[in-house]
């Protein structure tokens, strides 16, 4: 089976700018999450989705960062405007069942300059 | 304090050589157990899975978890330079909820 898909793999923008990421996850996966990896952590929760409804969206900086799921199968991420601090790699990772296997995508890594 | 704590290092093993690799926790409602192997520039990488205290060994890997001491392990024998790579603990209260990652330990297995 196909893994999570994401694009861009790689984005280098301005600050200021705005900029989306785009995920589509593991077919059947009903739950979609978007983490945030900084260099040298691990990846962070930014929101997480039960088909096209956010469920946890508490660690999202909601006055920058947006989020959607439209027809709960593939998501955008999108920032605007992006700042200096906003460069690390945007994970999506979808899971199958209530087990939690997540399986994630290769990610973009954003710099923002 | 994070929920859940690893040591970063790096580590550097020679080619054959066990590896243990260990996280601790502080949230008792934590329920699963994974780790994650991270090559540089792609995505983490499920490895082992684990649910509620206890061993499962795959192949060369052996995880375990101790949740009296809220303590997880990794064990890689007959380690191999393919292995090189980021090793992250993760944990989960369960259902579909949210991992809480460590921070990662870079292991470099030297031929």
């Known amino acids: 089976e196909a893994g999570v898909v994401q694009s861009p793999r790689y984005k280098i923008i301005e600050k200021k700018q705005p900029v989306a990421f785009w995920c589509n996850p593991i077919?059947?996966?009903?739950?979609l999450y978007w983490y945030r990896q900084n260099l040298g952590q691990g990846p962070e929760l930014l929101i997480r989705?039960?088909?096209?409804?956010?469920?946890?969206d508490s660690q999202l900086p909601k006055d920058r960062f947006s989020a959607e799921r439209l027809k709960g199968v593939d998501s955008t991420l999108k920032i605007q405007p992006a700042e200096l601090g906003d460069s690390a790699v945007y994970l999506c990772?979808?899971?199958?069942?209530?087990?939690?296997?997540?399986?994630f995508g290769p990610g973009t890594r954003l710099t923002v300059l | 304090q994070k929920e859940v704590e690893q040591d970063p290092g790096p580590l550097s093993v020679p080619e054959g050589a066990i590896v243990s690799l260990n996280c601790t926790y502080s949230?008792?409602?934590?329920?699963?157990f994974m780790w994650y192997r991270q090559y540089s520039r792609k995505g983490p990488e499920l490895l082992m899975y684990?649910?509620?205290?206890g061993n499962k060994e795959d192949g060369r890997f052996t995880a375990q978890v101790d949740k009296s001491s809220k303590y997880i392990s990794l064990f890689i024998r007959d380690s191999q330079p393919s292995d090189s790579a980021t090793y992250l603990c993760?944990?989960?209260?369960?259902?579909?909820?949210?991992?809480?990652f460590g921070k990662g330990m870079k292991l470099t297995v030297n031929p």
């Open positions: 990772a979808s899971v199958r069942d209530r087990h939690n296997e997540q399986f």
């Open positions: 077919s059947g996966h009903n739950t």
């Open positions: 989705y039960e088909n096209e409804e956010a469920v946890d």
């Open positions: 949230n008792s409602a934590f329920q699963y």
């Open positions: 684990t649910y509620s205290s």
């Open positions: 993760a944990a989960s209260q369960g259902g579909s909820e949210k991992l809480v």
